[in-house]
């Protein structure tokens, strides 16, 4: 099994960055694909980033232009996400998620944890 638990929201202001973390515990934490997801109220959740359990592989939404940046530190049993050049419709509840494969973690992801807000002001 394993858990998820995201920190490093807040509210920031336009053009600002954030980098979010994923703690992932569990005795194979470390051997799985971690993503990104974001929802905005109203809306549903989107994918944002994976990557894979080496960090050798990464997969982005076409949307995030560049912005965003997914990495990781096994060592740590961590992922990250940096988002630069924060924008107002950044704002919402991102959450990480872990899934054996990258196309596990897009579409079906085993895990997720409970979100961390993001508010970017204007």
């Known amino acids: 099994q394993v858990q998820l638990v995201e920190s490093g929201g807040g509210l920031v202001q336009a053009g600002g960055s954030l980098r979010l973390s994923c703690a992932a515990s569990g005795r194979t934490a470390s051997t799985y694909a971690m993503g990104w997801f974001r929802q905005a109220p109203g809306k549903e959740r989107d994918f944002l980033a994976g990557?894979?359990?080496?960090?050798?592989?990464?997969d982005y939404a076409d949307s995030l232009k560049g912005r965003f940046t997914i990495s990781r530190d096994n060592a740590k049993d961590s992922v990250y996400l940096q988002i630069d050049s924060l924008k107002p419709e950044d704002t919402a509840v991102y959450y990480c998620a872990a899934g054996p494969n990258l196309a596990r973690v897009r579409y079906t992801p085993d895990y997720w944890g409970q979100g961390t807000q993001v508010t970017v002001s204007s």
């Open positions: 990557i894979s359990w080496s960090g050798g592989t990464t």
